[in-house]
């Protein structure tokens, strides 16, 4: 990730390989405007162009990007992303979207963190050609507030969302046989260890620890593989706390869908069903590592799905965490399973609010398509204040209902307190949420079902790439930063 500076310096004198240059109206258009006219450049929406200067500035290359006139804070990110992305061939670029203040200014290094993401590690530091790779290491915002430490501040909290959010896509892309728990748990251990925050501590809990902690679950779901569950809590306590937030995330390293085993094309990317998990861990870093004055309890709930002797069968009986009973009905419905231990855990720690993030229900992405979190809850309150978060992060969400019949439904089996999986085709997103909310208690919950938008399998445009994409890092920590401004 290129490092972010600010300069109060003009476009036609800043020092860069490349001059990434915002278009809101002619009056940008400067000197450039008749090339702009010859290239068809016409502003419409997300419209981008690459040109040589010809002298008329001094970077000698010039990235127009489209802006509306009055651009939201979501614009000038996804802006700076388009243009980052475009300056191929760059070590060094000068962004000018003309930030109309501090938050603009985040914004846009925001977009400069995300944009310039690539996942690389198992590819050859050369390119296609044999040379070796060019990366963009610097990127100098523009802005009459270069000066001010507000705006300083501001770029370095993008800074470290950023981190957080690539973070969070590392871990979604590692080929899953790389990253089976024990792996995951090592690589969340040395990302806390180097993450700088002295408040932050890491815990995990190994099957024994599991079966000794009744958390059925969780050993129910990863017993078919013969590398176990983990569960990792990360515990966040700053002096001065205004509030106590828990986080739960989904960790299916892999998918295979257990006995209830996936068709094999469905199982080319469930190295995904991990991203809950990585989603809650690289927020609860950067929480510790903004200095947030919120404590924050988070819970990875880690395993691999696999069928086996060993795995659980459809009719089992699982004992929770909880104390309640649960029938298995269909072992590829495996993530509520997980994360109702690490709700029950969360609960008892008797924090203000709990939220879980998981890859949980197809059903979401039917109902929502591939680009939207869906939204749900046990209060009001809660998901309006999630749903604000979120489209002030630029993560898109929508509220979902868990309707009445849902509850009957979930306590419908015969021979157990809760049934795991619905019995019709339809509603699946809804009956998962209800199976959720057995385990919360009254405590204030929200879910967030990231199926669809937590991995990208077209092409990268914007601050999205291929593959995994950090969904719900940055709306939880805009949450956290929120609730603890507001008491």
Not at 15 to 20: C, G, M, Y
Not at 225 to 242: F, M, Q
Not at 457 to 472: K, L, N
Request: aromatic share 4%; with cysteine.
């Amino acid at each position: 990730m290129p490092s972010v500076t600010l300069s109060t310096s003009k476009p036609t004198t800043a020092s860069a390989d490349v001059l990434i240059l915002g278009i809101r109206s002619d009056d940008d258009k400067g000197d450039l405007a008749d090339t702009l006219t010859l290239l068809g450049f016409s502003g419409e929406k997300g419209q981008t162009v690459r040109f040589p200067s010809g002298g008329l500035i001094k970077a000698p290359v010039v990235v127009a990007v489209a802006l509306p006139a009055e651009p939201t804070a979501e614009d000038l990110r996804r802006a700076a992303a388009r243009g980052v992305r475009a300056a191929t061939h760059a070590s060094s670029v000068a962004i000018a979207l003309h930030p109309a203040g501090v938050d603009e200014v985040e914004a846009i290094a925001e977009g400069v963190g995300l944009g310039t993401y690539r996942y690389d590690a198992y590819k050859s530091k050369n390119d296609a050609k044999g040379a070796k790779a060019v990366e963009l290491t610097s990127a100098t915002i523009l802005t009459p507030f270069a000066r001010q430490t507000t705006a300083t501040k501001a770029a370095e909290r993008a800074a470290t969302v950023a981190a957080a959010v690539n973070t969070a896509r590392d871990w979604v892309n590692t080929p899953p046989g790389d990253k089976r728990p024990v792996d995951l748990v090592e690589a969340i251990s040395a990302y806390v260890g180097a993450s700088g925050a002295d408040a932050l501590k890491i815990s995990v809990w190994d099957e024994k620890r599991l079966a000794k902690e009744r958390c059925g679950g969780i050993l129910g779901v990863g017993q078919g593989s013969d590398s176990p569950p983990r569960l990792v809590t990360l515990s966040y306590e700053p002096a001065g706390a205004v509030a106590h937030l828990a986080l739960v995330g989904k960790g299916i390293t892999f998918d295979s869908g257990g006995l209830s085993i996936k068709p094999g094309a469905s199982m080319q990317t469930m190295k995904l069903d991990m991203a809950g998990a990585a989603a809650v861990v690289a927020a609860t870093v950067a929480i510790a590592q903004l200095g947030l004055p919120v404590r924050v309890s988070a819970y990875a709930c880690l395993a691999e799905n696999m069928p086996s002797g060993r795995a659980t069968r459809p009719g089992d009986v699982l004992h929770m965490r909880s104390g309640a009973t649960v029938e298995v009905h269909n072992t590829d419905a495996e993530g509520r399973l997980v994360l109702a231990d690490g709700l029950a855990l969360a609960a008892e720690s008797e924090p203000d609010q709990i939220i879980d993030v998981a890859t949980l229900t197809g059903a979401c992405v039917v109902a929502l398509g591939s680009y939207t979190t869906g939204v749900m809850g046990n209060d009001d309150g809660l998901a309006d204040t999630v749903l604000a978060a979120s489209e002030r992060a630029g993560e898109p969400m929508w509220r979902l209902p868990i309707t009445e019949e849902m509850k009957g439904t979930v306590t419908s089996s015969s021979i157990a307190d809760l049934r795991q999986h619905n019995p019709k085709p339809y509603g699946g997103a809804l009956f998962a949420a209800a199976f959720l909310r057995e385990f919360v208690g009254d405590v204030p919950w929200a879910h967030l079902d990231i199926a669809g938008p937590s991995f990208n399998e077209g092409s990268a445009s914007d601050y999205t790439p291929t593959g995994g994409t950090g969904t719900g890092v940055r709306t939880l920590v805009k949450l956290a930063a929120e609730l603890a401004a507001s008491r």
